[in-house]
């Protein structure tokens, strides 16, 4: 079984539109991240949620909304998609206090 | 916020060889966690060695070792008997209090080449 599972793993959409990224662990763990890798591959935190309560929200632009319906999901929302986006995008999670961070598999999202 | 830098952006190493990447970074707080990532061609992140700063035994784990050194805030990650399936972009990473949200702050990356 994955423990720490995306959907879908690629994802290619045109400018403008609204997608998401759903991610679910089934480790137990209580605290869920995401990552944006860009095409440099530099991994830069964006959320992180803990027991379902955001504690990391980065200087991302506010079209990307995370929700965490329970301790187990952690889905990112991304609306008006830009050119810019385009990047593989990873969901983590980890328990807390801090245990290992263990990463999806990512989602390769390109915009056209 | 912590920094992490890694100096050396390719490395290359022959197999059956030993390579040593570097890291270091800068924090003013005094218990964290540091790690070492790898990420091969697929980009599945997948976790190599993990050292607690409390411990002073540097963290082993196979054909890969850490030299961790507190006060110079460095952490190098050793791989001995370098296979073929070694080569991937390496990461260091931090991992501080809970002020930080548990989160890591990732180096930009070590792309390592083996050859044959």
């Known amino acids: 079984d994955t423990a720490v599972s995306q959907t879908p793993k690629y994802l290619v959409t045109q400018m403008g539109n609204d997608k998401s990224i759903k991610c679910e662990q089934n480790?137990?763990?209580?605290?869920m991240y995401w990552y944006k890798q860009d095409s440099k591959k530099f991994l830069k935190i964006m959320f992180s949620y803990n027991n379902k309560e955001l504690i990391i929200n980065e200087t991302v632009p506010n079209r990307f909304s995370p929700k965490s319906p329970d301790k187990a999901h952690l889905n990112l929302h991304i609306n008006s998609l830009e050119l810019g986006d385009s990047a593989v995008y990873f969901c983590?999670?980890?328990?807390?206090?801090?245990?290992?961070?263990?990463f999806g598999e990512g989602s390769w999202l390109t915009v056209v | 916020a912590q920094t992490v830098t890694q100096s050396q952006p390719e490395m290359s190493v022959q197999e059956a060889e030993t390579v040593t990447l570097s890291c270091t970074y800068d924090t003013s707080e005094s218990d964290y966690y540091l790690f070492w990532y790898k990420q091969p061609p697929s980009r599945q992140m997948i976790l190599v060695i993990r050292q607690e700063a409390y411990k002073q035994q540097n963290a082993t784990e196979n054909r890969f070792s850490v030299n961790f050194q507190k006060a110079a805030k460095s952490f190098s990650l050793k791989i001995s008997d370098s296979q073929l399936g070694d080569a991937a972009m390496y990461f260091c990473?931090?991992?501080?209090?809970?002020?930080?949200?548990?989160?890591?702050?990732f180096g930009k990356g070590t792309s390592l080449l083996v050859t044959p």
């Open positions: 480790l137990g763990h209580d605290t």
């Open positions: 983590a999670s980890s328990q807390a206090p801090p245990g290992t961070i263990y």
């Open positions: 990473a931090y991992r501080g209090s809970s002020n930080s949200g548990y989160a890591l702050n």
